[in-house]
């Protein structure tokens, strides 16, 4: 199934990002940022950033980043479509968004298949 970005937007806006982290990352406050020790490679300072105002990450060892989805995929293994549904249920959002959308229709007369 195929969700509007709108929706996925929406996730990823809603989800308290710092929180999702730090149930896998001890994360200290650093002025308007989070930091700790990456988790994708081992290292003893910390390089790993959380920005909460735009809930992204980067790893300033790996190069390794991304937002809410990207990071639970990363950490849990789990599918695109896996992420979202679990980032839509901690933050309390509904699993299966309603679109408004109209279905886009096909084409009237399809090309035939050659071989």
Request: with cysteine.
């Amino acid at each position: 199934m195929k969700y509007p970005t709108h929706v996925i937007d929406d996730v990823c806006r809603q989800v308290d990002f710092v929180d999702l982290v730090r149930g896998f990352v001890d994360l200290k406050p650093v002025g308007s940022s989070w930091w700790g020790l990456c988790p994708f490679h081992a290292e003893k300072t910390p390089s790993f950033k959380v920005d909460s105002t735009k809930n992204l990450y980067h790893c300033f060892g790996c190069g390794a980043g991304g937002g809410p989805i990207t990071f639970m995929m990363e950490m849990t293994g789990q599918s695109f479509l896996e992420a979202l549904k679990d980032l839509a249920e901690r933050a309390n959002l509904p699993s299966r968004p309603r679109s408004t959308a109209k279905p886009i229709p096909g084409p009237k007369n399809p090309p035939s298949m050659r071989s």
